[in-house]
């Protein structure tokens, strides 16, 4: 019996990629088999973006790493006003933004904000060895409490290190699920942080994962901003990222411990 599924001339090109190319076809049809992967990545992609974070975990993963930690909350109460009220997710509850400003933090010279955003899976997988790959680069920085924040936007870590006195935020923060990347984490920077900056203030770094920008190659793209947000006072966009001509002169750096648009 012959085989029904006509193959795609370009099917050897796939093992270069995870874009879904050279499927081949069944008459007018996906084969079973493309057709079944693609229900589940989708599948996945939904689970993501409604799937909590598991905020207990993730404090003991980073208190093991010699982190403090915070814990902080969005305005928005649940996933469904999350998802219905991106606003709600750009500023925190009254009981968290009480909690920081009567927080005695002194005032570190950056603060990293872990949020869920629209990928819990990403902040719970990627996030802890991300910070283990540049908290080492960061060796002269005073860094601040780790907060982790649940139903959370980008623009929360604005509020989040204005009230900590922060002169740089960084947050990590789950990206919006494509149908090859469930996990994928998210980077933004942001100088002077304080509610009401825009997305024009901030630098990105984006698609964080083993089978996306290594951690150790986003560490080196964060330290490199960092340094230079530092030095020339403003993040976004008048700091270019021209970290990739360093690579080569850029000696590997040792992590710590053990390997284990949101906006």
Not at 156 to 175: P, R, T
Request: charged share 20%.
């Amino acid at each position: 019996m012959n085989d029904p599924v006509e193959k795609n001339a370009w099917d050897a090109l796939r093992r270069f990629t995870n874009a879904r190319i050279a499927l081949g076809r069944a008459g007018n049809s996906l084969p079973t088999a493309p057709l079944l992967a693609f229900n589940l990545s989708h599948a996945q992609a939904r689970d993501a973006v409604h799937h909590p974070l598991d905020t207990d975990a993730l404090h003991a993963q980073l208190r093991a790493n010699g982190h403090t930690t915070l814990d902080v909350h969005s305005a928005a109460p649940d996933r469904q006003h999350y998802l219905r009220r991106p606003d709600l997710g750009r500023r925190l509850s009254d009981e968290s933004r009480d909690a920081l400003a009567n927080k005695r933090v002194e005032s570190p010279e950056v603060v990293f904000v872990i949020g869920d955003g629209l990928s819990a899976f990403a902040a719970a997988k990627q996030s802890v060895p991300l910070l283990q790959a540049v908290c080492p680069r960061l060796a002269d920085w005073k860094i601040g409490p780790v907060v982790v924040a649940r139903q959370a936007r980008v623009a929360l870590g604005d509020e989040i290190g204005e009230l900590l006195g922060a002169q740089l935020v960084v947050m990590l923060i789950g990206e919006r699920p494509g149908l090859s990347s469930p996990d994928s984490l998210g980077i933004y920077l942001t100088y002077a942080p304080k509610t009401g900056c825009s997305d024009a203030q901030r630098n990105c770094i984006s698609n964080v994962r083993p089978e996306g920008l290594a951690y150790d190659a986003a560490a080196h793209k964060l330290h490199y901003l960092l340094t230079h947000a530092r030095r020339l006072g403003l993040t976004g966009v008048g700091l270019k990222d021209d970290s990739d001509a360093l690579l080569q002169a850029t000696p590997p750096v040792a992590a710590v411990g053990a390997n284990p648009s949101s906006s």
